[in-house]
């Protein structure tokens, strides 16, 4: 009786939604409902067989109810929707989890057939499989905190990333990597070598079949050739909250500035400096007592944690590239 109360319950908020609501707090109405009903929560884990599909268009009505009516048309069944409708731009973006266990059609053949869809809603999109784990490799210069909190997030399943190896201008973080067992590429770059460098950290990515390369405070500008062919795969973590304090010694100008708050920003590589796409930005406040080293050590955790979330958002799919901007949708 409860579990019948409960899917009428859900069906009515699913109508209401279709009808009126066009906010990302949907799913979080649905996520609490769910929960206090007892059933299955939301989001599906990303161990179950399924598809991620991200998508952008023009605005327009009726976009969610044609996108369910698609999945549910071939028994899926869709454990999640994250969406957003960008009133001043006219535009239209969503993120939907599918569960593809039921499907009535191979899956290759729902993916296709989406495109009937997809192009009346002149729309933009993209499939993934899951479960999946996304071919990365992290790039550092000296400093290892920002490596030992990816590599332990993906040591304990937090991000599905397989790093397929860690390249460095440095030899300092070469111990971190043998602890992994990673394989570890010292690539010169001092001087007129900087642009063989570049040369060789590409061809390594090319031969690794790298899909996201991440910038762990690695302190080098990457050329222009570099930054478009591996457009929306390059992630940096910029040690200041964006856009402020450039350079390489922020928090020591913050200290001169007598700042309140610092923070990091994690955020897409662009050909502009330190000026791409912005995926996550973490904040601390500072006291009156706290000297320079004080802000470098809070300003390192605030590194760390801007940029595992930024990653986590990336390699699950929850961000979407507009302009100069991300549309992100948190988990």
């Known amino acids: 009786m409860a579990k019948t109360l409960a899917a009428i319950g859900l069906a009515i908020l699913v109508a209401v939604f279709d009808q009126s609501v066009r906010s990302q707090k949907f799913r979080l109405v649905v996520c609490a409902f769910t929960g206090w009903m007892g059933l299955s929560p939301l989001p599906m884990s990303t161990k179950v067989k399924g598809l991620i599909l991200k998508l952008n268009c023009p605005d327009q009505p009726g976009i969610v ?43 290759k053949d729902f993916i296709d057939g989406f495109g009937t869809l997809g192009r009346s809603l002149r729309a933009e999109w993209h499939f993934r499989p899951i479960p999946y784990r996304m071919r990365t490799a992290v790039l550092v210069t000296k400093t290892d905190h920002c490596l030992n909190e990816i590599l332990w997030r ?51 990515l090319v031969e690794q079949q790298v899909e996201l390369a991440v910038l762990a405070r690695f302190m080098q500008i990457l050329p222009d050739w570099f930054c478009d062919q591996y457009h929306g795969r390059l992630i940096n973590i910029h040690h200041s909250f964006l856009p402020a304090f450039i350079g390489a010694n922020p928090y020591r100008q913050a200290y001169e500035r007598g700042v309140k708050l610092i923070g990091a920003t994690c955020h897409y590589v662009t050909s502009e400096l330190d000026a791409g796409p912005i995926i996550e930005q973490e904040v601390e406040r500072v006291q009156h007592f706290h000297g320079p080293a004080d802000l470098a050590r809070l300003g390192r955790n605030c590194e760390r944690i801007a940029l595992a979330k930024g990653i986590r958002y990336h390699v699950h799919d929850r961000t979407i590239i507009d302009g100069n901007r991300a549309i992100v949708f948190p988990d």
Request: glycine share 8%; net charge negative.
């Open 154 to 204: 993906a040591q304990v399943g937090e991000l599905p990333v397989e790093i397929t190896s860690i390249m460095g201008n440095r030899l300092d973080c070469r111990d971190v990597a043998t602890r992994y067992n990673i394989p570890f590429h010292h690539i010169e770059m001092d001087g007129d070598l900087r642009e063989s460098g570049f040369e060789k950290i590409h061809a390594l």
């Open 65 to 107: 109810a044609k996108m369910a009516s698609y999945v549910a048309g071939h028994a899926g069944n869709l454990v999640e929707l994250s969406q957003f409708s960008d009133a001043l731009n006219g535009k239209f973006f969503a993120r939907l989890e599918i569960d593809t266990r039921s499907l009535d059609v191979e899956e």
